[in-house]
């Protein structure tokens, strides 16, 4: 129903209700909504509570949009739920808790609705008590096989590489809830189309985090939940941390948490590093073991789903100090249920980036219900990336001989190209990034000229694997004794 005024609602906890306001009632704007959110707090004495927040939101969009989530089944968290029938209606509302980030897979269908307001409190303590004492098992458990004496009680984890060494599936919400609250950045280092990352500290070490924009709930939402994934924890996939969001008053924060790497994305590395055939190699051997990892599914109860990345750029890959390289940037990836014989999509408006787009994504012909699609077209974008590396490498050259970093296609398209520009260039007239000559008188500029043109083929099913390309890449190690890792 939508009033013709705004609406009164109840309104508590200090960030939730403006200045002035009296009786624990703030007014929503014409078309605004109330709220309710339900949160996990630590006390002092390290017990779990759950704290209530009440409040006023703003109209569609900068408010509504967080409420969304709740509408959705069982795929995304319920911290808040909205309301805008009658004057004080989220007096009634009692949001249950997610628990979506206690596990390794989200939570199954949701039980209907009805129990009483105390029975859903009592059970959403409950999950958050065991939580608390599984994070606890987990740090006792690391700490003595360390060898070190488990300290009492262990809250969160004491470094980032403790919190982030595990098998993938994440840590338990509340130490993740307590890592994202031990937050302090420092500063703005980049900007995607969904977030801005920041360089903060966590305990003093550094981390990234990155935020993502209200409207961008759903990539946050896939991101996390890609990184939760089984077995995802790779040294060449980013390294996750923790997630939280935060969702009090007329605003929704939304965290991830991940390692930081002080070298930044490959796109911007290459701008002014020059490598050398050793150096471009393990480069090229790194991004292509994670894409492999990602792509693979490990059978069995604790097994690891396949996962199809679906925005592989130079932009969406981190350069690591030992010069291998870290995919990052899960915003719209898809994984593959194997016991389902199904492609998990998510409920994602975000499509690829257009320079990077394989032939069939701008001709539309991709199937989607066609899981070894999804890593074809990968595949094409992974063969763009290896060209952007190899024009930096010097291979006898002085540095400044080699080409200058370019991304894919500069010479062919505009610098932000529409779909149609592509579609003209990719499909239409099967245009694909020019091989200098001088490549082929390097050896290991050679052999990547090769892998790229049979990565970056028309036909799908003819592209190698990601697989195909790491052994033939660990191979020419062995023939020419190159160091790859
Ligand atoms: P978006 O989803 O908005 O594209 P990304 O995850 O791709 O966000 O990050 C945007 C940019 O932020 C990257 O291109 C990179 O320059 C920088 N960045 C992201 N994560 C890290 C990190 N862990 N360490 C250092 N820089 C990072
Ligand atoms: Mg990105």
Redesign the pocket.
Known sequence: MRLSRGIVCECSGASACPDGSNNGTCTTQVNGYCFATVEEVETEAGLVELERTAGCLPPDESGFMQCKSSQVPHRHPKVIECCNESDLCNRRLQPRLPTYLSDAEPAGPEPARGPQPSLLVAAALCVALVAFLAAALLLCRRRRRAGKRPPSPPAAPRSAAEASSGSGSGLPLLVQRTVAKQIQMVES???????E?WLARWRGERV?V?VFFTTEEA?WFRETEIYQTVLMRHENV?GFIAADIKGTGSWTQMLLI?????R??L??YLQAAVLDPPALLAMAYSVVSGLAHLHMDIFGTKGKPAIAHRDIKS??I?VKRNGQCAI??F?LAVRFVAERDEVDIAPNTRVGTRRYMAPEVLAETLQVTDFEAFKMADMYSLGLVLWEMCRRCAAGERAQQVEPYALPYHDAVPPDPSFDDMHAVVVARRMRPPVPSRWARAPALGALAALMAECWHHNPPVRLTALRVKKTLAKFHTDCDVKLV
Do not use: M, P
């Open positions: 280092i980049g900007k995607g189309r969904y977030g990352v990234a990155k990539s980013l991940t390692d930081y790497h002080e930044g994305s796109h911007d932009k969406n981190l990052a940037d915003g």
